[in-house]
């Protein structure tokens, strides 16, 4: 299960950064910036899986950096001794610059750090059902990450069925000192330089996806040479006797055997 999880993270991440501009964490450059809020570090620590950043950096595969609003430490610090470790991480945390003042709800504050859609690149991290929905539903550029009994999980992305490539190509603008048509850019060739090279541009029945990908149907082959099954030694020495030749004594000309003396 944990194999599981793993790669459908990595899937995702994969997915963010080929879609929407998510980069990799590399030496040269800073780790995964990730938004946690008040009800997500008391989650972790209420379950006992350690430091907030150090289960974040497993569960990523890189070192991440926690940031947190003004408005989440001022909540948790009202909140009374239930929600005291949890306040302690959020000091922990690195402060979003900008936004909403305390005492503004903690809802808030996230939502206006990640308006734009999420200049900064911000991985959301958040028990709140009501936020998961409402950061899915405004942009698909947010991936969202929530604390399960099984461990931490990610929402998958919203627009995972072709949203972000459209979103690309609507990026795409066309420009008059760009000899290059939008089309042509967002799609390759153009239709006269397909026709010149004699491709084809099939449609396919559901979504109506166009590709220039011409299928080669299978041809019939002959049998395995080395499946098939030998003729046997009855049937070969039949077939010797059985055929007609010239110059043999007798009436299939066999050969007669010598005695040894």
């Known amino acids: 299960m944990r194999v599981k999880r793993a790669r459908k993270v990595r899937k995702y991440l994969r997915y963010y ?8 964490p590399y030496k040269a450059r800073p780790p995964r910036v990730v938004l946690v809020d008040g009800n997500f570090l008391h989650a972790v620590s209420q379950m006992k899986l350690g430091h907030a950043k150090d289960v974040l950096a497993k569960y990523l595969g890189a070192p991440s950096k926690l940031f947190t609003t003004r408005c989440v430490a001022h909540e948790l610090k009202s ?17 979003v610059k900008g936004g909403p003042d305390p005492p503004t709800p903690a809802f808030d504050s996230v939502v ?24 899915m539903s405004d942009s698909a550029h947010v991936p969202v990450v929530f604390c399960h009994t099984s461990g931490l ?17 609507r990026s795409i603008h066309w420009s008059p000192y760009d ?61 010797r006797e059985g055929g007609g030749g ?16």
């Open 17 to 24: 950064r080929t879609c929407h501009g998510f980069r990799a």
């Open 79 to 95: 909140m009374g001794a239930e929600f005291k470790e949890a306040s302690f991480a959020a000091r922990r945390a690195e402060e």
């Open 112 to 135: 206006a750090a990640v308006a734009g859609d999420n200049a900064e690149r911000f991985i959301v991290c958040t028990q709140d059902e009501k936020l998961r929905r409402k950061l």
């Open 153 to 169: 999980q990610m929402e998958p992305p919203s627009d995972a069925t072709g949203g972000g490539v459209a979103s690309q190509a």
């Open 179 to 239: 000899p290059v048509g939008v089309s042509e850019r967002a799609g390759g060739l153009s239709e006269g330089e397909r026709l010149a090279l004699g491709q084809e541009e099939v449609v396919n029945a559901m979504g109506g996806v166009r590709t220039n990908v011409r299928y080669k149907k299978p041809k019939a082959r002959g049998p395995n040479p080395l499946s098939v099954k030998k003729k046997s030694e009855n049937k070969r020495s039949a077939t």
């Open 246 to 261: 010239g110059g043999g004594e007798g009436d299939g000309g066999a050969k007669k055997k010598r005695k040894r003396r």
